[in-house]
């Protein structure tokens, strides 16, 4: 099923045009050494972008993965360069989808990358299974006070 709504979303549901525009941002964001983090990110959510279903985007930090300091603030530095303008042509792309009861799918998971378009960086791709088992290991460490 998740191979079918992939397959679907990437040539039907704006999954293609979507990842265009996240490469279209690290494109342009890679020509900065500043901007060098900025499109790594966008590079790992376009292939996110590509193929949503079946997959969610974690953060590093529930991967083991240490804590880029700095990584809110360099959150929203993403925002204004790129984050607001991906997350319009999302919102769009989701409200156009809308319009047909096949679409509502695809609409529903251009909002979520909507949502994704204001903390991009910090963020790892991994299967459904994996973000559920991963979200209560962090509940387990939480009740217990670790």
Known sequence: MKFALNLLWFLFGGGIF????WILAGGLLAL???GLPFAVAAFRIAGFTAFPFG???VDAELMGETVVPGTGVAN????ILAG????????LAGLACLTSIVGIPFGLAHFKLAGI????????TVS????EA?????ADRIVRGD
């Open 128 to 131: 459904s299974e994996v973000a």
């Open 134 to 138: 991963l979200q209560r290991a962090q």
């Open 117 to 124: 378009c204001f903390a991009p960086l910090g963020k790892r």
């Open 18 to 21: 979507a990842a265009a525009l």
């Open 32 to 34: 900065t050494v500043v």
């Open 55 to 57: 997959r969610r985007l």
């Open 84 to 91: 607001i303008w991906l997350a319009i042509a999302h919102v």
């Open 76 to 79: 929203v530095l993403w925002i």
